[in-house]
């Protein structure tokens, strides 16, 4: 089993305190500052989000390397940008919470020598299957386009 951790700090109120992200596994990070006009106003500072669909990005692309390795199928190159859409719900303390609605994939990948069916079900299959798609219970949509326009091949 491999354990991997990050560390977040915060001093002061919810709108008016401020905080540090690092990651502790590696130093990848070292305490980015964040505040509340960083999450939800624009302002300079880190997104404790924008890092969970960063990951999450990351994560896609090694699902999909992945998958194809186990068929059979090269890999030239994959683009992931993830989207995390942001919403409100009732559940903070003056009735006024933060959720997150969603997370839209989208992929550009060259997978030369498959047809555009068997692309769909790959990068579906990575969508579904990636380690931290399981661990979340929003909606992770996707949308998957070809790199290049190479042979098809049957498979």
Not at 28 to 46: C, K, L, N, V
Not at 69 to 88: C, F, Q
Not at 113 to 137: H, M, N, P, V, Y
């Amino acid at each position: 089993m491999t354990v991997v951790s990050g560390h977040a700090q915060w001093y002061g109120s919810f709108k008016g305190g401020t905080g540090s992200l690092s990651t502790k596994t590696t130093d990848t990070i070292h305490e980015a500052p964040y505040t509340y006009a960083s999450r939800f106003e624009g302002a300079p500072g880190a997104i404790p989000e924008e890092l969970l669909v960063t990951g999450h990005a990351g994560c896609y692309n090694h699902a999909l390397a992945n998958i194809a390795l186990k068929v059979g199928v090269t890999v030239e190159s994959i683009s992931t940008t993830a989207e995390l859409t942001m919403g409100t719900d009732d559940q903070g303390s003056d009735g006024h919470g933060y959720s997150v609605e969603g997370i839209h994939f989208i992929v550009k990948a060259d997978l030369p020598g498959i047809t555009d069916e068997a692309f769909a079900e790959l990068t579906e299959q990575a969508r579904a299957l990636c380690s931290i798609s399981k661990i979340l219970k929003v909606p992770i949509t996707l949308d998957a386009t070809r790199a290049t326009t190479s042979t098809q091949v049957e498979r």
